[in-house]
């Protein structure tokens, strides 16, 4: 059994930060793949930025410059903080990873999803 749990999430103004955190824990083996999408009330959900095993990231053009996604790998954790806030960025952020368990399956797993308000 494996869980995100995402934590992080509230109201800020524009042009402000927060910083997301999302932990995998329970029979994870092996991380491949560990990111973020947000889904605004609407719309439909989509990526804003993803680790990849090895180390490579990739971001959402409209997210590129002001967010960063980083790991820590001993603790199974992505981290997203986001700086210079819009309220475009309003969304509940979801947590997303494909993994492998102490089975060695290959899963895909989702949080139960942040809110992330941006508004004056």
């Known amino acids: 059994q494996v869980q995100l749990v995402e934590s992080g999430g509230g109201l800020v103004q524009p042009g402000g930060s927060l910083r997301l955190s999302c932990t995998a824990s329970?029979?994870?083996?092996?991380?491949?793949?560990m990111g973020w999408y947000r889904q605004a009330p609407g719309n439909q959900r989509d990526l804003v930025a993803v680790?990849?095993?090895?180390?490579?990231?990739r971001y959402a053009d409209s997210v590129k410059g002001r967010f960063t996604i980083s790991r820590d790998i001993n603790k199974n954790t992505v981290n997203l903080q986001m700086n210079s806030l819009k309220p475009e960025d309003t969304a509940v952020y979801y947590c997303?990873?494909?993994?492998?368990?102490?089975?060695?399956?290959?899963?895909?797993?989702w949080g139960q999803g942040t809110q992330v308000t941006v508004s004056s």
């Open positions: 997303n990873s494909n993994l492998r368990t102490n089975s060695r399956t290959r899963a895909e797993y």
């Open positions: 329970g029979s994870v083996f092996a991380i491949d793949t």
């Open positions: 680790w990849r095993f090895g180390g490579s990231t």
